[in-house]
């Protein structure tokens, strides 16, 4: 198996763009050529990881369309989509192509337009992903959110309070990052005095709808060496699902492919939870950081609010979580976010990450789809 | 790079169906297990070939719901999309997931539910594929294949009857499969008196709308010899791109992604088109059969039609193509045909094809997306 490194990466600004999503991915898939300083003829395989370009926009083939933009043809091109996890199986699959020899040069675009739908019209294409019956009857991603949320509070005596505490760290570290739909600080009382959605949610603990396009550039790492002095590599990758009919879980605070998917990427990178520096996990809804941060192995079961409480994932912290700003302030543009996540932990692992920027060698990507329906976890270390 | 293996292959019925995308998947993943005598918790990696789930039929996440429906939790999932060769590109990630040492048995589903809506309805979503400007002057695929035709009929001095015979010819192969949409002969005459859709294109040119579904069981050669004494390997695929924009091609006769995917192709089996034996060609307009043909280096450019007028490419012939009946006769289910085209290669590699059966030790097939934009290729050899 060729070790795959990661030798350039990018994101465009997230947030409220008029641009569409050819237009965002040729955005970011240009900055991506350009700080890997490869050119565009280099590129054999190039991956668009994206959900509903056709529910969005009426339009689809965007990866040709991509090859054209960025002057890559013949390259060869494909979507990958596994809905708001489309940016890891993106990762997972620009992996395959050099594991597997078949590609010395693997370019990887996310992106999604949503914000030129209204909120009801981009909530109903991401509710398609969820079990037909369970819709029917009101309970969609918020809802489990919810009722997991109430469940995981109960079960582990925390404090609402905690699920604040996510949503104020992560809007906090999104101040420092240039890319971020949200870049404002807001306070405990702001968060808990926000707008009831589903009990005990409240609007803040909730990620937003966002335009918005990432890169990243893979290749063996003997060309990577050709390339530059230092790089990252994937030392870690694995998926996995569970199912899709969350009232079927045996215990809906854990996450199953949470913990096969985290597994995997610790056998192939061999190491433990405990070498990991930084992690960006999904936090689509606060809650969901805690579920990840535990079934990740970081913390015990029903600890990992303490660890929110006690300033461990702070960015001065001893595990620093989504330093970007996660997916609360940075933005969730669906096909983008798991490859903007591995595009933090490249520029923390890189030194790139300006104000943002913490101590790490290991760094860790968890990209969840649906409530956990699909996962992918990326280890990545620097090579210097 | 580990050597891949198919151990076993499945399709539905094509046609007219009664059931939806994901009882289509199920129903083909199923019959794959059992051809290949794999538990579904053998599967670590599970991809869906699928071009518009969420446009025909508003579902997404679909992949989950089958790793469902199957008893394959957790495994690994992600959906493939590149339009009409959804398939062939599913085929290639399939063998990356397997060659890159990530997966030890890979299920590979194909399908689409498309007739459930107007025949307008459904050219519409797939022309959503096409350059907006081409689209907006009333340029979409059938427009381009009459074009080309002529050009083609033009430029080689072919007479308009070469294309109708490769309607007949495929309808006769299709009368021998089971499968088929359409199992009934037509005869020249039928074809050169249907309705004029595309000068010089008529009705009987061009493949119907279709529902199906199509399975492919892959794993490490080192691992089929558990399951099998005869199996089949994947011994060379490609995957290229041309230009969306088709009226910006050099020469609209020459189909750039199916010369550069069949090179990658036959440089990784090591073998020439003349060791070919059979050949699945993506024949979603009679015109395209002669242009693979001739772009596969099977015959010199302009004399693919001389094939099919003295025989060659019948099931009696020196190279039999489309011995399944192809997309015309058999149905072209966007996701489901390239994974279908590899069945029946596989078919006929196996010694299992029945009534088309012929002689063959190395079967090749194409599937091409949009109008060329782009192909994968794929060479696939019998082990006894």
């Known amino acids: 198996m060729e070790s795959v490194a990661v030798i350039g990466a990018s994101m465009t600004q997230f947030g409220q763009r008029d641009a ?3 237009e ?4 970011a898939g240009q900055a991506c050529l350009d700080d890997a300083g490869v050119s565009p003829d280099a590129i054999d395989h190039l991956y668009v990881s994206n959900m509903a370009s056709g529910e969005f926009e009426g339009q689809t ?25 489309s940016g890891g199986a993106g990762i997972y699959a620009a992996w395959q192509s050099v594991a597997s020899g078949a590609s010395e ?9 949503m914000t030129h739908r209204s909120t009801s019209e981009a909530t109903d294409v991401i509710a398609s992903l969820t079990h037909p019956v369970e819709y029917k009857h009101g309970v969609t991603l918020p809802s489990f959110a919810g009722l997991t949320a109430r469940l995981y509070l109960d079960e582990y005596d925390a404090p609402r309070e905690s699920l604040g505490k996510v949503a104020v ?26 707008p009831l959605v589903a009990d005990p949610l409240r609007l803040y603990d909730f990620c937003p709808i966002t335009d918005g396009s990432a890169a990243l550039m893979f290749c063996p790492e003997s060309v990577a060496r050709e390339y530059a002095d230092e790089y990252v ?5 694995g998926g996995a699902t569970d199912t899709h009919v969350v009232h079927e879980r045996a215990d809906p605070t854990t996450m199953g492919g949470v913990v096969h998917s985290s597994e995997q990427a610790y056998e192939m990178a061999d190491v433990d939870p405990d070498d990991v520096d930084v992690a960006e996990l999904h936090d689509m809804f606060t809650i969901l950081e805690f579920l990840q941060s535990e079934d990740l192995g970081f913390f015990e079961k029903g600890e990992g609010w303490k660890a ?13 979580i989504n330093t970007s ?27 790139e990450a300006g104000a943002r920027q913490v101590e790490a060698e290991t760094g860790l990507a968890c990209n969840v789809g649906g409530f956990g329906n699909c996962v992918t976890t990326t280890v990545m270390e620097a090579r210097r």
């Open 233 to 237: 590599v994937v030392s870690g990758i």
């Open 61 to 85: 083939g965007v990866p040709n369309a991509l090859a054209h933009d960025l002057s890559a043809l013949p390259a060869y091109t494909a979507r990958i989509d596994q809905t708001s996890s």
């Open 325 to 351: 700003g996660g997916l609360k302030s940075k933005g969730h543009p669906l096909g983008a976010s798991g490859v903007a996540q591995a595009y933090e932990i490249y520029a923390q692992l890189m030194g």
């Open 105 to 113: 040069m693997t370019l990887l675009v996310g992106g999604e337009k």
């Open 24 to 27: 965002l991915l040729a955005e």
């Open 20 to 22: 569409w999503i050819r």
């Open 169 to 194: 760290k992560n809007h906090r570290n999104g101040v420092d990052n240039p890319h971020a739909q949200f870049r404002k600080e807001v306070d405990l009382d702001t968060v808990l005095e926000s």
């Open 308 to 320: 929110v409480e006690e300033g461990v994932t702070d960015r001065d912290g001893a595990l620093p």
